[in-house]
């Protein structure tokens, strides 16, 4: 393979992009926005090991991490940190859900350990307030999800061969016509490779349209996420946190003690919603998140999850939180069905490859490296 063109500029389409020039394979990579502003943007920038579900999901979300902290030595500017992870038990029934977990066959591989407060308070002394233990997980980890595209491309950009083509980016592109090995923008330039790969993320009505609508069920749906972010806390928070709701949606946690948990708050649970907090760079805090899955979405964002989860984040922290300064929505696209992502093909020579869900940002470097083991094989 000597020439790949990569339509869509978020995390998915950008490993790929890395793992094509890893190979020494010439890449074009199209993005119809002037920079991307998909959910590569808008998560977290958690690379989340802790909650994968026993089996190929944890492999391929280990192996991602693997891929991770590796591009982190060659492209510090991803904020990459194994900082790890505190899921934080507030009542018994969610530290004996806990325990379970600590107790799994897997739990050494996750980095499980369970603590009590004091030893959890030594680990992030930022939990001033009141819990009754937390999981720790050494594998989880944070990436500064912001800068990772562009990180990513301008290391592509410094590291391209002095001759040949090596990295073409080209921001303001939409592909809209798919043919075999090649696309069409609409400018009206083709992009020909002995490979196009699709990653147009949760964009079911372009040039991935035609292709999904041949599917009986549809084999990826998008979901809806409400997130914010304050203003710089005046303490490091050193390690990314979870609230005991975050045990109500991940696999791994699904053990006897989740049908102990207590009930969610009624706004809780009207919109699926989980604490995750990670402290970016700057001091700053993001906080999520809810899920929706009913289209067509609100083109607001609602305060009463936001009340709800800057409550939760309150009362592990002890303190008020900053003000907040931003919040926002994303979209994600996630399988439907057991695949952990899906990638098929739409025309000899063009693949797609969307719907890993909110496990994409961690998973992008293993899906990407798998794309090219498949078509390579
Ligand atoms: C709020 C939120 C929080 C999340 N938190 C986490 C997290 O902490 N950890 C984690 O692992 N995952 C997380 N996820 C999931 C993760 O962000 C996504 O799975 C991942 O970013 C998907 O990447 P993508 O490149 O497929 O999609 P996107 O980021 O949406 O990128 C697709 C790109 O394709 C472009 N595009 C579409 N159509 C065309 C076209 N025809 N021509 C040119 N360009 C096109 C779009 O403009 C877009 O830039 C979260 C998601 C959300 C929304």
């Known amino acids: 393979m000597d020439r790949v063109v990569v339509v869509g500029g978020g995390v998915l389409g950008t490993m790929h992009a890395v793992q094509a020039r890893s190979r020494g394979i010439d890449v074009v990579h199209?993005?119809?926005?002037?920079?991307?502003?998909?959910?590569?943007?808008?998560?977290?920038?958690?690379?989340?090991?802790?909650?994968?579900?026993?089996?190929?999901?944890?492999?391929?979300?280990?192996?991602?991490?693997?891929?991770?902290?590796?591009?982190?030595?060659?492209?510090?500017?991803?904020?990459?940190?194994?900082?790890?992870?505190?899921?934080?038990?507030?009542?018994?029934?969610?530290?004996?859900?806990?325990?379970?977990?600590?107790?799994?066959?897997?739990?050494?591989?996750?980095?499980?350990?369970?603590?009590?407060?004091?030893?959890?308070?030594?680990?992030?002394?930022?939990?001033?307030?009141?819990?009754?233990?937390?999981?720790?997980?050494?594998?989880?980890?944070?990436?500064?999800?912001?800068?990772?595209?562009?990180?990513?491309?301008?290391?592509?950009?410094?590291?391209?061969?002095?001759?040949?083509?090596?990295?073409?980016?080209?921001?303001?592109?939409?592909?809209?016509?798919?043919?075999?090995?090649?696309?069409?923008?609409?400018?009206?330039?083709?992009?020909?490779?002995?490979?196009v790969l699709l990653c147009t993320g949760a964009a079911y009505t372009g040039i991935a349209g035609p292709h999904l609508a041949e599917y009986e069920r549809p084999p990826v749906r998008r979901v809806r996420l409400q997130m914010l972010e304050t203003a710089p806390l005046d303490r490091r928070v050193t390690t990314a946190v979870a609230d005991g709701d975050s045990l109500r949606y991940y696999p791994a946690f699904d053990l006897p003690g989740r049908a102990r948990l207590a009930p969610q708050p009624p706004v809780a649970a009207a919109t699926a919603a989980q604490l995750l907090l990670v402290q970016r760079l700057d001091g700053s805090l993001t906080i999520g998140d809810t899920h929706s899955y009913q289209v067509p979405f609100d083109f607001d964002v609602d305060e009463a999850p936001y009340d709800h989860l800057r409550a939760k984040a309150e009362q592990l922290l002890g303190s008020q939180l900053p003000p907040v300064r931003r919040r926002w929505a994303g979209v994600y696209s996630q399988t439907t069905g057991p695949e952990l992502y899906h990638r098929s093909q739409v025309a000899p020579g063009v693949m797609l490859v969307t719907g890993p869900g909110g496990r994409g940002m961690t998973c992008s470097p293993a899906v990407a490296e798998e794309t090219f083991a498949t078509c390579e094989s």
Request: glycine share 10%; with cysteine; net charge negative.
């Open 30 to 195: 199209l993005e119809r926005e002037a920079g991307p502003r998909g959910a590569s943007v808008r998560n977290f920038g958690l690379i989340w090991v802790s909650g994968r579900a026993a089996g190929p999901e944890l492999a391929l979300a280990q192996r991602a991490r693997t891929l991770w902290e590796e591009l982190a030595m060659l492209v510090p500017a991803t904020g990459f940190r194994a900082h790890g992870s505190l899921t934080v038990a507030t009542d018994d029934a969610e530290l004996g859900l806990l325990k379970e977990a600590a107790d799994l066959p897997d739990a050494a591989e996750r980095g499980f350990e369970l603590l009590d407060v004091p030893a959890a308070a030594e680990i992030n002394p930022a939990l001033r307030g009141e819990f009754a233990g937390a999981l720790l997980c050494r594998q989880d980890a944070i990436v500064e999800p912001r800068r990772v595209p562009g990180a990513l491309r301008d290391y592509l950009i410094a590291s391209q061969p002095t001759s040949g083509d090596g990295y073409e980016w080209l921001p303001g592109r939409e592909a809209i016509e798919v043919a075999p090995h090649a696309v069409r923008d609409h400018t009206g330039s083709w992009h020909r490779g002995d490979l």
